[in-house]
């Protein structure tokens, strides 16, 4: 039987080779209620390109591509919807921390429940939703982030560190903080989360012997070459250990190449159809189910689907509540993040209840701040 992403493989085969027979190939998204995206090599958008597939009758297109009206949004500077984190993780030029560490978003209490939130950008972006879900909680929060840098365990060894670069070491070095904590008395929480379909893509086309470039494409190869062995190992590891997991899917980006666009396109404010939003987006939920198969065998791996806000069936919004979804063309605002907190909310209320929250002080060097790999 074929695995889900030998599914994905061959729809990359069947899907260009029927579309150029067709002649059918287009960047216009797509014309139908079924639309299937088609692939691209990876770049720094990380964009989709799309097929369209005409099935929809006229006015249920019309009506499905119409763009609704969308309430103002007062514009925002950049620099004050990107993330914090606390100066000694990331400055604010910097965003996102550039060495390998555990970070420390609150004052680490030995004595109380941890939420740990790991994955590459895609978890640094969820940082005011899970600051927003644990409002009013007595709980550790508690970051791994690294840019293009999932979450895996990378096979390392005290021995070989550096083999693998930063990332490896990143990866290394969220497993043994789990590792440590599942060992204390308190409860311990993992949220992950990741841009899940740049590595599954860049699995197919390497399997579809595509070379992988240079720069930010070569580094994404790079990564999701360990990733093959290493999420599936993760997923073992933390079965293993009974550990309580959460995973966030593949969260909806806007056109890599956008049309005109009268409320903005810096970020992009319009609505435009889902299916140039992903890739292989049922193809991308099976892969995640197979990678994480052996926590969800056991009862022990909750789904978080953030795109039953940002989307419809058939058209993904820039505008969410007021809100501009988009900070750039991967990662959605923080204030949106912040206003889908609520999402977040199960993760942290299954090892935290509501109560008085203590602000510190924490361990020594905790009081939000970070963990060097060399030092720790």
Known sequence: ?????????????????????????????PLGASPVSGPDTPDAAGGPGSV??????????????????????RPLPRTSDVVALPETCATRTER?????????????????????????SHAWMLVPALRAAATGRDVNLVLSTFGGCPAMDPGLTPDDLTRL????????????????????????????????????????????????????????????????????ALARQLAAWDVDVDVVGQVARPPARPGPCAQGRDPFRCAFPRGEAFFFERATVDWLGEMFAP??????????DLNESLCSPY??????????????????????????????????????????????????????????????
């Open 1 to 29: 039987m074929d695995s889900p992403h030998r599914r994905l493989v061959r729809l990359v085969v069947e899907s260009v080779a029927g579309v150029l027979a067709a002649g059918l190939l287009t960047t216009t998204g």
């Open 52 to 73: 369209a597939t005409a099935s929809a009758p006229a006015d249920a297109l019309a009506a499905a591509l119409a763009e609704p009206e969308l309430p103002p949004v």
């Open 96 to 120: 996102v921390p550039q060495q390998a560490m555990i970070c420390y978003l609150t004052p680490f209490l030995e004595d109380r429940p941890t939420v740990f939130l790991w994955g590459d």
């Open 165 to 232: 670069g930063r990332c490896g070491l990143n990866a290394y070095l969220g497993l043994r903080f789990v590792d440590r904590m599942r060992q204390g008395t308190q409860p311990l929480k993992v949220v992950i989360a990741g841009n899940w379909e740049m590595y599954q893509r860049a699995i197919g086309l390497i399997d579809l012997g595509r070379e992988p470039g240079e720069g930010r494409a070569s580094y994404a190869f790079a990564q999701a070459a360990i990733l093959r062995e290493g999420g599936p």
């Open 295 to 304: 926590l969800a065998a056991q009862g022990g791996l909750r789904y978080i």
């Open 315 to 376: 058209l993904c919004r820039g505008v969410v509540d007021g809100i501009a979804t988009y900070l750039d063309n991967s990662h959605l605002t923080a204030a949106l993040t912040r206003h889908l907190g609520w999402y977040l909310v199960p993760s942290v209320a299954d090892v935290a209840a509501p109560g008085p929250v203590r602000t510190g002080p924490g361990a020594p060097g905790t009081s939000g701040g970070c963990e060097p790999a060399v030092t720790c």
